[in-house]
């Protein structure tokens, strides 16, 4: 209730809102999931931000999903 939007304490240009869209998908007897991360409400320069950090938030997700399967894989 007394939350608010802050921007990120390490980047002060990373936008403040992001929509994340999670989906899973069964194929060929595996689940598939996308992710999609996008800025809401971002001036350019945030948006500018959000599209440099790409690989890093590529390598941020693939490690959690990596520790996710690892998890399930030993349930």
Do not use: C
Not at 23 to 39: A, D, Y
């Amino acid at each position: 209730e007394k939350g608010g939007i802050t921007h990120h304490p390490l980047s002060p240009t990373w936008p403040a809102e992001l929509l994340t869209t999670v989906t899973f998908e069964e194929r060929e007897g595996k689940t598939t999931v996308t992710i999609e991360w996008t800025p809401i409400n971002a001036a350019a320069e945030e948006l500018k931000t959000f599209d440099e950090g790409r690989d890093s938030m590529k390598q941020g997700w693939s490690g959690t999903l990596d520790q996710l399967a690892l998890y399930l894989s030993n349930g």
